[in-house]
Structures are given as C-alpha cells and as structure tokens.
C-alpha cells in the first residue's frame, strides 16, 4: 500500500505541460541567451513560441524575434504582436505605468 502512495505522489509532482513551456521572458542577458532559448523551443517540437518583454527590454525582444526568423528558423513568420501596459509599484511604492510586447512566432 506504501508503494502505491509513493507511486501517486511521484506522478502528481511531475511538471505538467504548460502554457508558459513555450514562452521566452526577454530581461537583461544577451540576446542570443534569448535566440538560442527560441531555437531550442523549435527543435523541441513547438510549432508557436512567445517572446515576452516590459520596458527597456521591448528592442531586445524584436532583435531577437528578427534574428531567430532571419538567421536560425527561415520557415518562422511572425503570426502577432501584442503591446500594453502593466501596473506596477516601484521602491517607493509609487504606481508606475510600463509598456509590455509580446511577440508569436510560428513556424509553418
């Protein structure tokens, strides 16, 4: 009965998958950090991913869009591109407004 037990509890800690397996989060490492997570998603098998960035981070996330399409994956297209704004509170704990892209890639 014990062994039965450990055998649920190992298959419920499994990482499920996700929605968020196939997204890239663009923050403050080079680009090509970025391209290669990209690449590797494409060789995993997904036919979308998404590069998602905030603020200053918006250009590395075209550049890196632009190079995974032109360089590594020529059979990726840009299918959307979604801008908006997120709230959030700084050090002071002052409202700030900061502008998000997300960017899908697909490869047909």
Do not use: H
Request: charged share 35%; no cysteine.
């Amino acid at each position: 009965m014990a062994e039965e037990e450990q055998k649920i509890e190992k298959e419920q800690k499994k990482p499920d998958k996700r929605a968020d397996d196939n997204t890239v989060f663009i923050g403050k490492k080079p680009s090509m950090s970025y391209v290669l997570a990209a690449v590797t998603q494409f060789g995993d098998g997904q036919k979308e991913i998404y590069l998602k960035a905030r603020g200053r981070s918006i250009s590395k996330a075209v550049d890196v869009a632009e190079i995974v399409k032109n360089k590594f994956v020529q059979d990726a297209k840009i299918k959307n591109i979604e801008t908006g704004t997120d709230q959030i509170e700084n050090e002071n704990k002052e409202k700030i407004n900061v502008s998000t892209i997300a960017i899908t890639l697909a490869k047909e």
